[in-house]
Structure formats: structure tokens, C-alpha cells
């Protein structure tokens, strides 16, 4: 019998023969660590991750992930929950704990006539991408497409398409979950819409989603994309205009910063901006931001949307190591960008990138007591991401994100639930502003025993 961890402590009743009776109901896998499959089942984006499960359910569908509840509650199992396996403490895996694999739940339906998309709980956005694609139409998605539909989208979710349709959780028409009590049910506005309400922005903490439908929109299938490449050293200016520019354009266009390494060590800041359909004035918009400073290149073409989603991809590949610690941060006066560059420049390796990702648009026309997600008001998700390998030492390189984090505290609004890692429990408050009483509430309706808390978790009111 492999060590099991129990949510309530103390020793399991656990034996060989429960565990052979739950892979018998189970239409997909049971996987235990001398399996084949295990290792690979385990591993999550970040490579500072290394947990052991005792048990993988490897959901075929819903009724697995009701059956694998049911389970955990019986014994008292610790569990996880796991869709992209992006959040970056690596929170999707448990040690010695029942880790619930939604991955093979990642069918992608589209009703183009209805314009929605049922998307199963355990998919990844490039799926999501590609399908809604094929008709032209697209709903907000992160910008790496290896990234899960699940955790993004119960967190808030924001991608380029967020300043003209919202937060990913915006366009959520209903959740497909299964309860804490194992029990299959539906939130939406109809039906449990208290439930509905926190699902959007309160992340894993209400019941395991098997299913989301979404809202699509008409956007074609080609961006405008323009990226100006500025040294650090000379960088000044077009931040400043950087700043201006992505505050003022129309909704349709949704810009990036990007400080980075170049192969030579050269230190570089590139600023990205997507225009989406309707592209007749997208070139004369986008223009101003790669004329503004002294950039050392320069790009401006239309692209495919699903290859832009693509971009960032390489640049936050599995098998590398991550540490970042996040602001919600507004506009950034002078004094805040001198800050910025100073703390890129005292970067401890190549790796390690800093990105401003940016919110504003329709993710404020949604009031911040109208869903779970509070924190509406914000320009830019501010990300000083250390990037490793293996014996590499990490310890300046947390640091520097620590220092980093530190240095922009004066310009923070709040802070981003998908941003939270480990040790971050007491910056919930910050996440979800004056909603968390209602959460706590919600949480001690939904989940009294608080059995989803390997999470950003809230904790049930009492
Ligand atoms: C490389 C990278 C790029 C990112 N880019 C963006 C971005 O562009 N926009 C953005 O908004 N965020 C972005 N994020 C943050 C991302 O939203 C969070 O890391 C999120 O938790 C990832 O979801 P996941 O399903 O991949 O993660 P997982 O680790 O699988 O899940 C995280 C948590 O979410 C919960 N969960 C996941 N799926 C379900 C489900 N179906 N039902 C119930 N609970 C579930 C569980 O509590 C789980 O612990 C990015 C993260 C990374 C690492």
C-alpha cells in the first residue's frame, strides 16, 4: 500500500482491495506509482514541481470525477485537482494524496450557429483556440497555449481578447461540476447562480469542473501584430509611450511588454501590441508604438490568431524551472518605470523575464461585486518571472524576484488569484477585495469540510 495522505489526519482504512474496486468503476485509468504512465501523469509545467501521488484517476468523464470524490471522501484522501497543470506552485499535484487528471476530459464542441463553445474540463486553450477557429470565432484565452481552460478560466482568465469581451469567466454561459458531495450538477445564472457568481474568479475551491460552455465572438481569423525591440539602456522613452499607448487604444488592441535576454546577454524590452478584427485602421493604430524611442528592430504584419496565441509558447516551455511572485499594478508614472528598468537590469540570469500583461477595457465594464473577480480596475498583471534548470542555484534568482516584487509594491492594486503560488495564502484578501466574506459563505455552503484546498484556498466562513 502506498502512504496516503488523509485531509483530516491521522492513519487511512485505506487497503489494496478499495483501491481494486475504484479502478473497476472507472471508465478511464487508475494509476498507482510503479504504473506506467504514472511519471508522466505527475509532472506539471513547472520542473521545481516533483510530487508523488498515491493514486492518479485519469477521468474519462464526468462520472469518473464524481466517483473519484466520492472515493476521497469515503477515506478521507487528500486530492488534487488537475486540468493544464500551469499553476505554479504545482498545486494540481498532491503528495501521497488522490490527484484527480481531468487531461483526457478535452473534447472542444462548437455550435457556430449558436456561437458557444462546450469545452471539457480538463482542456488545454490551444484546443479551445483551434476549434472556435475554424469558424472564425474565438472567446477570451491566455497567451500560452499549453496553459488549461480549467484553472485560468475559474481564476478569471485573461487574454487579448479581454479588452474588448472580458475575463474568460466573463463569457462563461454555465459550469458543468461535480460537488464536494460527488454530486453532478449545473451553475449558471438559472440555476445555483449564487454558485455560478463565485465560480467566476474564486478558482478551484467550489467543485471540479467537467464541463464549461462558453460565449464566442466573431473576430476572423487574422490579427495585426507589431513588436518594437528596445535595449534596456535606451529603453526610457518608449516605456513612457508604451505606457500612454496601451491605456488609450481602442479595445481592439491589446498590448505586451517583455523584458528579456538576448542570446549576446544584450538586455531587452519588446513591446507587442495585437489589433483584432476590425483591422481597417489597425495599421495607422499600432504604428505610433514602433515609431516611439530608438528600437533596435521593429515588426508589423497580420498573422493568424492562433498563431499569435502561439508566441509565447517557447519561452515557457515544460522541463524549466519557475518562481514569479505578481501586482495588479496601474499606469506606471516615471518613477515606476525607472524602478522597473533598474530591477531588469539587476537581473541574475538570462532567462529570467519580467512581463507587463495587460487588463483594462471590457474586464472593467463587469462591477467587482458582480462575479467572484474583484480586481477590475487594473492596467497590468506585473510578472518578474526566475527561470532555471537544474543545478542551476535558484536562491539569487528568488530573491531577485522577491527584490523585484518589493520595488513595485508602491504602484500595486491588488494581486491576480492565477498569479498566487506557495506561501501567498494571505494575499486571497487582495484577490478577491470585498467578495471574500461572500466566498467564505459560498465556500461553507458548497464545501463545508473545505475538501478542495489544494487551491488558492478560501477558507469556509464559520
Ligand atoms: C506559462 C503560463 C502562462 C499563463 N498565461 C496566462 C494568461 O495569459 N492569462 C491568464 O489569465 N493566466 C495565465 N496564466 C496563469 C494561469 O491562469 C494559472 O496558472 C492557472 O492556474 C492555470 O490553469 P491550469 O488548468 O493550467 O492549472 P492547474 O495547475 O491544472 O490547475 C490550477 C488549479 O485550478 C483548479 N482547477 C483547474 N482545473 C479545474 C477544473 N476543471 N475544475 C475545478 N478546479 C480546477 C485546481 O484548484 C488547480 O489546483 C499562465 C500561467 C502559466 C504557467
Given at each position: 500500500m502506498p502512504a496516503i495522505t488523509r485531509y483530516t489526519g491521522g492513519k487511512t482504512d485505506l487497503t489494496t482491495v478499495?483501491?481494486?474496486?475504484?479502478?473497476?468503476?472507472?471508465?478511464?485509468?487508475?494509476?498507482?506509482?510503479?504504473?506506467?504512465?504514472?511519471?508522466?501523469?505527475?509532472?506539471?509545467?513547472?520542473?521545481?514541481?516533483?510530487?508523488?501521488?498515491?493514486?492518479?484517476?485519469?477521468?474519462?468523464?464526468?462520472?469518473?470525477?464524481?466517483?473519484?470524490?466520492?472515493?476521497?471522501?469515503?477515506?478521507?484522501?487528500?486530492?488534487?485537482?488537475?486540468?493544464?497543470g500551469h499553476n505554479i506552485a504545482g498545486k494540481a499535484v498532491v503528495e501521497n494524496g488522490l490527484m484527480i487528471d481531468l487531461t483526457p476530459i478535452c473534447d472542444v464542441h462548437v455550435d457556430p450557429a449558436k456561437k458557444t463553445a462546450a469545452v471539457g474540463g480538463g482542456a488545454a486553450l490551444g484546443a479551445l483556440d483551434r476549434a472556435t477557429q475554424k469558424y472564425g470565432l474565438a472567446t477570451t484565452a491566455g497567451v500560452v497555449t499549453h496553459t488549461g481552460v480549467g484553472g485560468l478560466t475559474l481564476g478569471g482568465g485573461v487574454g487579448r481578447l479581454a479588452r474588448k469581451f472580458g475575463l474568460a469567466c466573463d463569457n462563461l454561459i454555465s459550469v458543468d461540476l461535480v460537488t464536494a458531495e460527488?454530486?453532478?450538477?449545473?451553475?449558471?445564472?438559472?440555476?445555483?447562480?449564487?454558485?455560478?457568481?463565485?465560480?467566476?474568479?474564486?478558482?478551484?475551491?467550489?467543485?471540479?469542473?467537467?464541463?464549461?460552455?462558453?460565449?464566442?465572438?466573431?473576430?476572423?481569423?487574422?490579427?495585426?501584430?507589431?513588436?518594437?525591440?528596445?535595449?534596456?539602456?535606451?529603453?526610457?522613452?518608449?516605456?513612457?509611450?508604451?505606457?500612454?499607448?496601451?491605456?488609450?487604444?481602442?479595445?481592439?488592441?491589446?498590448?505586451?511588454?517583455?523584458?528579456?535576454?538576448?542570446?549576446?546577454?544584450?538586455?531587452?524590452?519588446?513591446?507587442?501590441?495585437?489589433?483584432?478584427?476590425?483591422?481597417?485602421?489597425a495599421e495607422a493604430t499600432l504604428t505610433p508604438l514602433l515609431n516611439s524611442g530608438s528600437p533596435i528592430a521593429t515588426r508589423m504584419e497580420k498573422r493568424p490568431y492562433v498563431d499569435v496565441q502561439a508566441d509565447a509558447d517557447q519561452r515557457f516551455p515544460y522541463d524549466q524551472r519557475y518562481y514569479w511572485k505578481t501586482h495588479l499594478i496601474n499606469k506606471l508614472p516615471q518613477a515606476g518605470i525607472d524602478t522597473l528598468i533598474a530591477c531588469y537590469d539587476a537581473v541574475p540570469n538570462h532567462r529570467s523575464m519580467i512581463i507587463l500583461q495587460q487588463f483594462g477595457g471590457a474586464v472593467r465594464d463587469v462591477g467587482s461585486a458582480d462575479t467572484a473577480f474583484a480586481n477590475r480596475d487594473a492596467e497590468f498583471d506585473f510578472i518578474p518571472a526566475a527561470v532555471w534548470h537544474e543545478g542551476e542555484d535558484s536562491a539569487p534568482l528568488v530573491s531577485w524576484v522577491r527584490d523585484t516584487w518589493e520595488s513595485m509594491k508602491p504602484h500595486s492594486c491588488g494581486v491576480y488569484m492565477n498569479g498566487l503560488g506557495d506561501g501567498d495564502d494571505e494575499r486571497l484578501s487582495?484577490?478577491?477585495?470585498?467578495?471574500?466574506?461572500?466566498?467564505?459563505?459560498?465556500?461553507?455552503?458548497?464545501?463545508?469540510?473545505?475538501?478542495?484546498?489544494?487551491?488558492?484556498?478560501?477558507i469556509p466562513a464559520e
Open positions: 478499495h483501491i481494486k474496486k475504484l479502478g473497476a468503476r472507472l471508465a478511464g485509468e487508475l494509476l498507482l506509482p510503479d504504473d506506467s504512465g504514472y511519471d508522466q501523469a505527475r509532472t506539471v509545467w513547472n520542473a521545481a514541481v516533483d510530487k508523488r501521488p498515491a493514486l492518479i484517476v485519469r477521468c474519462a468523464n464526468a462520472v469518473d470525477v464524481a466517483e473519484a470524490v466520492r472515493f476521497a471522501r469515503k477515506h478521507e484522501i487528500l486530492i488534487s485537482v488537475r486540468c493544464g460527488g454530486e453532478q450538477i449545473t451553475a449558471s445564472s438559472d440555476s445555483h447562480p449564487d454558485l455560478f457568481w463565485a465560480l467566476r474568479g474564486g478558482g478551484g475551491n467550489f467543485g471540479i469542473a467537467t464541463s464549461f460552455k462558453f460565449r464566442l465572438h466573431d473576430i476572423g481569423t487574422e490579427v495585426l501584430f507589431a513588436v518594437a525591440t528596445h535595449r534596456l539602456d535606451g529603453a526610457k522613452d518608449a516605456l513612457n509611450h508604451f505606457m500612454e499607448f496601451a491605456t488609450s487604444a481602442p479595445r481592439e488592441v491589446t498590448s505586451q511588454a517583455a523584458f528579456a535576454k538576448m542570446a549576446d546577454g544584450t538586455a531587452i524590452v519588446n513591446l507587442g501590441a495585437v489589433h483584432i478584427a476590425p483591422l481597417d485602421e487582495d484577490a478577491v477585495g470585498a467578495n471574500e466574506v461572500r466566498l467564505r459563505e459560498l465556500k461553507a455552503l458548497y464545501d463545508p469540510t473545505n475538501f478542495f484546498r489544494l487551491n488558492t484556498n478560501i
